[in-house]
C-alpha cells in the first residue's frame, strides 16, 4: 500500500530552521518525482520544493529559494526538506507528494501532477 508519512514540523521563531521528513513505502517507494507543497487555511496548495528522482533535478518557488533545500535519501527511501532562515509568512501545513511518472520540469510544482499524498505536518514560525 502506498504511503506517505510527513514528520520533522513544529514551532520556531523567526530565523530558525526545520528539517521535514518523508518517509515513503509501497508504491511511493520509486517516484520518479515528488515534491513539498504548503496550504495554509482556506487556501490553495502551494508548491514549494520538488525533485526530480532520477536525475535529482530540484526545482523552487522564488519565496523559499536560497532558504529551502530539497533530497532524497534513496537507501532509506526518505525526502526531505531543510528550512533555514524560516519567517512568520512560512507558517502552514507542509504536505509530501509523490508521482511514479517522470514530468516536465514546469510540472513539478504544481500540485495537481501529484497522485500520492502525506497526511502533512504542522510549521509555525513566530516573530
Known amino acids: 500500500q502506498a504511503q506517505l508519512v510527513e514528520s520533522g514540523g513544529g514551532s520556531v521563531e523567526a530565523g530558525g530552521s526545520l528539517r521535514l521528513s518523508c518517509a515513503t513505502s509501497?508504491?511511493?517507494?520509486?517516484?520518479?518525482?515528488m515534491g513539498w507543497f504548503r496550504q495554509g487555511l482556506g487556501q490553495g496548495r502551494e508548491g514549494v520544493a520538488a525533485i526530480s528522482i532520477g536525475d535529482d533535478d530540484t526545482v523552487y518557488a522564488d519565496s523559499v529559494k536560497g532558504r529551502f533545500s530539497i533530497s532524497r535519501d534513496n537507501t532509506n527511501n526518505t525526502l526531505y526538506l531543510q528550512m533555514n532562515s524560516l519567517q512568520p509568512e512560512d507558517t502552514d501545513m507542509y504536505y509530501c507528494?509523490?508521482?511514479?511518472?517522470?514530468?516536465?520540469?514546469?510540472?513539478?510544482?504544481?500540485?495537481?501532477?501529484?497522485?500520492?499524498w502525506g497526511q502533512g505536518t504542522q510549521v509555525s514560525v513566530s516573530s
Open positions: 507528494a509523490a508521482r511514479k511518472v517522470a514530468l516536465p520540469r514546469h510540472w513539478l510544482l504544481s500540485s495537481t501532477s501529484y497522485t500520492h
Open positions: 509501497g508504491y511511493t517507494s520509486d517516484s520518479a518525482i
